[in-house]
Every structure is written in structure tokens, then in C-alpha cells.
């Protein structure tokens, strides 16, 4: 009973120990100066919106100067979600090092299609369905999408979710129409890597141009959007490389079971 006691007692004062220790050390590493303010950007996905200077500027511009400040005067939480809100920044992980390094892991957006509407406005939708202006410093190569298209960039707009304005349901509903269709291409490697060009007819409907600019597809609306892809590509495979890719200027495939052809 009494090696029982001694055991646990043993045991009470460890913890306590391993506590005041982790008291000490946090106290110690709060009255640390900050030394360095390190971002890195993820680059690897091929887009260049953002650069790690750009967001050290905003930061210090907001937030005064990291280095020579206390840890224990710099709110990480706040500088997180000031980059986190950043216009072309899917995310931000911000957090200090024990020799006294702030370091803030930035992810960015990633565009899926670059939208010019009929006034000119050129912007982004990005793969989570949120829109994003256009850059003066960089272009995405990502498919670019033209014609009738009267919705105009709005930071709120999320083409997941179902737009509840009658008047915005009219002009951005084709925007969910685009989304659904790059979509659809940038998950399939073939696709993706054939089309880089969409048009919205003034039926709101859309014709698909290959890099190469053979011919025109005219695809119609999302309906049965798998089925198109899927005929197209039977069409392609067993029809084209037998005639020549140069055959027709226009591949129609919004009637079922066929694909239309045009010299």
C-alpha cells in the first residue's frame, strides 16, 4: 500500500515538473525577439500570382515590422488570416520557430478558366468556384472562355452554391454552366491538354476549339456532359484517325448516339 502511495506520488510530481518546465519555456520563448520574418510561397503549381515579397510588404504595412518586435507582441492568428484573405491566397499557415523565426506557408488559388466577358472584363474561375480578378503580373494558362457572356467579376460569388438573386441567377448562371464544363476538361488528361478555348453562343450555349484549331465542336449545354466527352472521343479514335483530323471544320454532338459533321 505504501509503495502504491510513493508510486503515485512519484508520478504527481513528474507531471508537475514536465508542467513548470513547459511554464518556463513558453515565458522564455515570449520574451524571444522576433528575428526574421520568412514566407514561402507554393510555386508548384505553375502560377505566379503572388510572390513572397509582395506579402512581406502587405504584412509590415499592416502589421509595422516583424524583426526586433517580441513574440509575445505579435498576434500570429491576426497576420494568418490577414494573408489567408489575400486575393490570390487559398490559404496561410503562419507560426514561430524557438531561435525566433516567424515562418507563413502560403498556398494560392489555383485558376481553372480566364473569363472575357462582352465588356472586356477579364478575371478567373478558380478550382474551389470562387472568382478572381485578373493579374497584371501574371497570365494563367488555363482555357480561355469568350462570347456572350454578361456576368461581370464579383469577390463574392461561390458557384457551388445556388445564387439566390433573379438577376444575378440570369447573368452568372452560365458562369456555373463554365465551371461545371473546365471543370469536367481539367480532370481528364486528354481533354485538358487538346481544348483551350470555349465560346458561349448567344443561345448560351458552347463551341470548343482545339489547340490545334481544326474545327469547331459544338457542344450545346452541360446536359449529358459525360456522354459528349465520351462520344467525342470514340469519334476521335475510331472516326478521325481513319479520315484525317482535317476532314470536317465542324463536329456537332448535342444530338444523341451521333456526332453531326460539317466539311
Not at 528575428?35 to 510588404?57: K, L, M, W
Not at 472586356?120 to 494558362?141: C, E, H, V, W
Amino acid at each position: 500500500m505504501v509503495k502504491r502511495l510513493f508510486k503515485a506520488l512519484y508520478y504527481i510530481i513528474v507531471i508537475a515538473i514536465i508542467f513548470v518546465l513547459l511554464g518556463l519555456a513558453i515565458d522564455s520563448n515570449k520574451s524571444v525577439v522576433c528575428n526574421y520574418f520568412d514566407v514561402n510561397v507554393d510555386h508548384s503549381c505553375g502560377n505566379f500570382f503572388i510572390d513572397a515579397g509582395r506579402i512581406e510588404v502587405e504584412v509590415y504595412k499592416s502589421f509595422d515590422t516583424l524583426p526586433g518586435k517580441k513574440l509575445k507582441n505579435i498576434s500570429l492568428g491576426k497576420i494568418e488570416n490577414f494573408i489567408s484573405g489575400m486575393t490570390y491566397v487559398k490559404s496561410a499557415e503562419v507560426y514561430r520557430t524557438i531561435d525566433g523565426q516567424i515562418k507563413a506557408e502560403v498556398k494560392q488559388r489555383k485558376p481553372l478558366a480566364r473569363i472575357i466577358n462582352n465588356s472586356g472584363q477579364s478575371f478567373y474561375i478558380d478550382k474551389d468556384g470562387k472568382l478572381m480578378p485578373a493579374s497584371n503580373d501574371f497570365t494563367a494558362r488555363v482555357i480561355i472562355v469568350t462570347g456572350d457572356i454578361n456576368a461581370k467579376y464579383t469577390p463574392v460569388i461561390d458557384l457551388n452554391e445556388p445564387l439566390i438573386d433573379e438577376f444575378n441567377d440570369k447573368d452568372n448562371n452560365i458562369l456555373k454552366e463554365i465551371y461545371e464544363l473546365t471543370s469536367y476538361i481539367h480532370g481528364n488528361k486528354l481533354l485538358s491538354s487538346f481544348i483551350d478555348q470555349a465560346y458561349v453562343t448567344s443561345n448560351n450555349e458552347f463551341e470548343l476549339i482545339p489547340k490545334n484549331g481544326i474545327h469547331v465542336i459544338e457542344f450545346g449545354n452541360t446536359d449529358r456532359m459525360e456522354q459528349k466527352f465520351h462520344k467525342l472521343m470514340v469519334f476521335y479514335k475510331h472516326g478521325l484517325t481513319k479520315l484525317g483530323w482535317n476532314k470536317y471544320s465542324r463536329l456537332n454532338l448535342k444530338y444523341k448516339n451521333q456526332v453531326v459533321c460539317v466539311n
